[in-house]
Structure formats: structure tokens, C-alpha cells
Nanobody, 117 residues
């Protein structure tokens, strides 16, 4: 079992920055990748970035490349999403997802990000 808790969302003006956190607990050693997803109003949930644990390789969806960055702090068992140059279309609930070697995947409950002036 793996538990994920997101935090750090809020209201920010266009052009601003936020850093989201995903606290990971449970069977951490079994996780081979972690990603961030988002679901905007009226939209389907979409993956925006991912991080492979063993290789450290990252991938980003085109609309966030160069603006968002995923990283991890092993000591804190936390994965971060640094979001810069935010746009109104980035408004969404942001979710953390973990993929486990046994074939399971886990979701957090999400944190709301609103980009508005």
C-alpha cells in the first residue's frame, strides 16, 4: 500500500508560481514512477509530467514544458511540482500518482490550483 497526500495549491495570479508537494508513505520501495496529473473544469484528467525513480528520467506534456518541473526529496519522501509562469488554463485540481512494481497504482486526493487575476 502507498499513500499520497498533495498540498500547496491555492489562488495565484497569471505569471505567478506555485510549488505543489506530494508526501509519499507506505511501501515506498515498491514505487518505480511518480507523476502529476490535472483535471480542469469540464476536462478529463490528463498526465502532465512523470519521474522514473531508478533512472531519474522525467517527461513533460507539451503545454507545461519549460514552465513546470518535477523533482523529489528522498529524505522527505516528497515529490514536488514547481510551476512557473502560470496561465489561467493551468487552473485545475492537481493529483499525484504512483506506480508500483506489483502492478498497482495509487492516487492522492488532489489539490486545487486556480490561476486568476
Amino acid at each position: 500500500q502507498v499513500q499520497l497526500v498533495e498540498s500547496g495549491g491555492g489562488l495565484v495570479q497569471p505569471g505567478g508560481s506555485l510549488r505543489l508537494s506530494c508526501a509519499v508513505s507506505g511501501n515506498i520501495a515498491s514505487i518505480y514512477a511518480i507523476g502529476w496529473y490535472r483535471q480542469g473544469p469540464g476536462n478529463q484528467r490528463e498526465v502532465i509530467c512523470s519521474l522514473s525513480i531508478s533512472e531519474g528520467r522525467t517527461e513533460y506534456e507539451e503545454s507545461v514544458k519549460g514552465r513546470f518541473a518535477i523533482s523529489r526529496d528522498n529524505a522527505e519522501n516528497t515529490v514536488y511540482l514547481q510551476m512557473n509562469r502560470l496561465k489561467p488554463e493551468d487552473t485545475a485540481v492537481y493529483y499525484c500518482k504512483a506506480w508500483e512494481a506489483e502492478g498497482y497504482d495509487y492516487w492522492g486526493r488532489g489539490t486545487q490550483v486556480t490561476v486568476s487575476s
